[in-house]
T-cell receptor, first 112, second 113 residues
Framework: DVKVTQSSRYLVKRTGEKVFLECVQDMDHENMFWYRQDPGLGLRLIYFSYDVKMKEKGDIPEGYSVSREKKERFSLILESASTNQTSMYLC???????????FGPGTRLLVL | GENVEQHPSTLSVQEGDSAVIKCTYSDSASNYFPWYKQELGKRPQLIIDIRSNVGEKKDQRIAVTLNKTAKHFSLHITETQPEDSAVYFCAARARGSNYKLTFGKGTLLTVNP
């Protein structure tokens, strides 16, 4: 059974705070992704990583950065949180050479 | 880049009826098309996928069809049940990218008992 966990289910932060969202997998999958899910907008890719210390921008990277120091852990960082970053954040993993992406349970972030 | 349009945004059917959700994509080089189901409060889960060298794929009550010429693909659910109620997302992956999926905006399917 694929296991992807995210550090928090719900998070409330203030505008301007630095926010860390963490995704951890125990499947030894190479590829990891951060998506943002908003009603009526679907899932939009923020960043992805295909190896330790490797990252690529997705469709909406502005205002975010990422870190992957270990294979099993992929962090999404909001350098200075803003109210328009209030959203559901979903992490996903994928084995290299395979097609299926497996999602984590999501973190619902509220920025006040 | 790839653009995926999904219709309808909401769909309400009676239990036992069929439901069809359609997606169109813009990049003719896209070669992989998954469908994800997201129940309320849960994570998206893959329910079926199709590759560009196949026209149709079935798995029990669900099927996906692909028309490469028209650049559209559809999810078909037959004999719908209340537990089919969820948000469904289509996605497309461009050839040459092993990673990047572009998702549609989702369809909220409600199956009324």
């Amino acid at each position: 059974d694929v296991k992807v966990t995210q550090s928090s289910r719900y998070l409330v932060k203030r505008t301007g705070e630095k926010v860390f969202l963490e995704c951890v997998q125990d499947m030894d999958h190479e590829n990891m992704f951060w998506y943002r899910q908003d009603p009526g907008l679907g899932l939009r890719l923020i960043y992805f990583s295909y190896d330790v210390k490797m990252k690529e921008k997705g469709d909406i990277p502005e205002g975010y950065s990422v870190s992957r120091e270990k294979k099993e852990r992929f962090s999404l960082i909001l350098e200075s949180a803003s109210t328009n970053q209030t959203s559901m954040y979903l992490c996903a993993i994928q084995r290299e050479g395979r097609e299926t992406q497996y999602f984590g349970p999501g973190t619902r972030l509220l920025v006040l | 880049g790839e653009n995926v349009e999904q219709h309808p945004s909401t769909l309400s059917v009676q239990e036992g009826d069929s439901a069809v959700i359609k997606c169109t994509y813009s990049d003719s080089a896209s070669n992989y098309f998954p469908w994800y189901k997201q129940e309320l409060g849960k994570r998206p889960q893959l329910i079926i996928d199709i590759r560009s060298n196949v026209g149709e794929k079935k798995d029990q009550r669900i099927a996906v069809t692909l028309n490469k010429t028209a650049k559209h693909f559809s999810l078909h659910i037959t004999e719908t049940q209340p537990e089919d109620s969820a948000v469904y997302f289509c996605a497309a992956r461009a050839r040459g990218s092993n990673y990047k999926l572009t998702f549609g905006k989702g369809t909220l399917l409600t199956v009324n008992p």
